[in-house]
């Protein structure tokens, strides 16, 4: 019988330096880390990030080794073996998925560890870990706020290291420092009052009825069984007018064990928990101080990361309304912007104006990666910046 290759529910990617002295320099090494939106499976999201490893390999940024990974959310995976963790059983809430996605990024980091890669002609590469790894995070709708989330806890953790750290007879705590989150880019961010938006009114009404994640993922199952794989992929092409691969994470979501329930049961939390904006300083950042202040600047301290936010102009998980007082109290200034000079450490807040939609990953990939290369680019040459400001 015909059968519909399943999506992968990890996706890892090596863009390798021009540069054969990079190649050999840990510190060279930038790792990206991509956390889904809702529904949270990778699979739609292949394109995007084969394109930006791609682009990566090509960038300016030459001397540089990128490596990338992401991965479904839990509860979403399209193999049952991989749907539950030690502790717990899908569905997951959101603040479950929150300390999960920590899990994996810990792992994706950890020091003086080796792992393969896979470059862009799906060649396994070696990877050796630096002690202290670069991060760049990337999340797209829910994902921009568990974004947030770990860098808040990254930071706070951080900043008690280094306090610990300065007490007599106390030694660094190593397991909190294997980490420098340099920078977090948030694509159609849903990070307060989604419950207000156009989607959010027509869907947290609806959301709060009892059993309804459980019910909802029973009868999608039991539909879905009823119908041969193949003709049940040309449905779901012909219904979504979706390419290739967003048809095949949409069948493989379908037929997955959780997929429904799960995404239906962490949509209600997502009404419920984003809300109001109740991060401080360890996330939107202060004003920078001038050369010679950052110059004299502790380096067990954390450096707040430079965030870029790309919001949609007409999102419907997103109201006009809360996105632009949320630009209005947290953006930066533009000044210095591209150069990685900028005089601000707030973040840089960007309204998309190409009618990009908030499902990106299905027809707008390549668009969007080439976008957050530049974004990328400037993390990076702001990184070095910041790190030549200290020696």
Not at 71 to 93: I, K, M, N, V, W
Not at 140 to 155: D, K, M, N, P, T
Not at 212 to 217: E, H, R, Y
Not at 300 to 318: I, K, M
């Amino acid at each position: 019988m015909p059968h519909v290759p399943l999506p992968r529910d990890r996706l890892r990617y090596s863009a390798p330096p021009q540069s054969s002295l990079a190649a050999t320099n840990p510190s060279s090494a930038y790792h990206i880390f991509f956390i889904t939106g809702n529904p949270g499976l990778i699979g739609y999201y292949e394109p995007f990030l084969r394109t930006l490893s791609s682009l990566l390999s090509t960038t300016s940024q030459h001397q540089h080794q990128f490596n990338i990974l992401g991965t479904s959310l839990s509860g979403f995976e399209s193999r049952a073996s991989a749907s539950s963790t030690r502790h717990h059983h899908p569905p997951y809430g959101l603040h479950q998925q929150i300390e999960l996605a920590e899990e994996r990024l810990r792992v994706f980091v950890q020091p003086d560890q080796d792992h393969d890669g896979q470059d862009n002609h799906g060649r396994t590469t070696h990877i050796k870990r630096p002690s202290a790894a670069k991060v760049i995070l990337i999340g797209h709708s829910v994902g921009a706020y568990i974004l947030l989330e770990l860098i808040r806890r990254h930071q706070c953790r951080t900043g008690a290291a280094a306090a610990a750290a300065a007490e007599p007879k106390n030694h660094h705590p190593h397991h909190l420092m294997d980490m420098d989150i340099v920078g977090g880019i948030l694509l159609f961010p849903t990070v307060t009052h989604i419950a207000k938006s156009p989607s959010g009114l027509r869907f947290s009404a609806i959301l709060k009825l009892p059993y309804l994640a459980l019910v909802m993922g029973a009868l999608i199952r039991a539909l879905v069984a009823l119908l041969p794989e193949v003709l049940l992929y040309q449905l779901v092409r012909r219904a979504t007018a979706f390419p290739d691969h967003a048809a095949r994470t949409t069948l493989a979501f379908l037929q997955s064990r959780h997929g429904v329930s799960q995404a239906l049961y962490m949509a209600k939390d997502e009404m419920e928990m984003i809300t109001e904006d109740n991060w401080d300083h360890e996330v939107w950042g202060v004003v920078a101080r001038d050369a010679a202040t950052t110059s004299r600047m502790d380096p067990g301290q954390p450096t707040t990361p430079r965030l870029t936010f790309y919001f949609g102009e007409n999102d419907h998980w997103v109201a006009d309304d809360t996105r632009d007082s949320l630009i209005a109290a947290r953006a930066g200034s533009l000044a210095g912007y591209g150069n990685g000079k900028s005089d601000t450490k707030k973040p840089l807040m960007l309204i998309d104006k190409e009618n990009t939609p908030h499902g990106f990953c299905i027809n707008h990939s390549e668009i969007m990666a080439e976008k957050v290369r530049g974004w990328i680019e400037d993390m990076i040459q702001r990184d070095w910046w910041m790190v030549s400001q200290r020696e």
